[in-house]
Nanobody, 126 residues
């Protein structure tokens, strides 16, 4: 069990930027993959981005490539999601996740998630 505390959500106009942050309370999972999922209203949770514990391996959903950047601060066991050029279709609840393993690819699906954050709302107006 690990507690994930998210911050940085909010409401912005199309074309704006937000930076999400997520801090893990349990240092024993510092070497596990961390990432982000999102859930649009009426839809299932879908993968957004993931990074290895060193930050040397990342993977992004096609819908956000070139606009979002994931990074990790290992000293603080924290993961960030820099979101640029936000669009109305990016409106969703964003969830921070910790993986079940040390590898990246299993965390691209919900089956690979060990723990979920409570979620932070991102709203993009046109």
């Amino acid at each position: 069990q690990v507690k994930l505390v998210e911050s940085g959500g909010g409401e912005v106009q199309a074309g704006g930027s937000l930076r999400l942050s997520c801090a893990a309370s349990d240092h024993s999972f510092a070497a596990y993959g961390m990432g982000w999922f999102r859930q649009r209203p009426g839809e299932e949770r879908t993968f957004v981005a993931v990074t290895s514990w060193l930050g040397d391996t990342t993977h992004y959903a096609d819908s956000i490539k070139g606009r979002f950047t994931i990074s990790r601060d290992n000293a603080k066991i924290t993961v960030h999601l820099q979101m640029n050029n936000l669009q109305p279709e990016d409106t969703a609840v964003y969830y921070c996740v910790v993986g079940l393993s040390h590898t990246v690819m299993p965390l691209t699906t919900t089956a690979g998630v060990r723990s979920w954050g409570q979620g932070t709302q991102v709203t993009v107006s046109s």
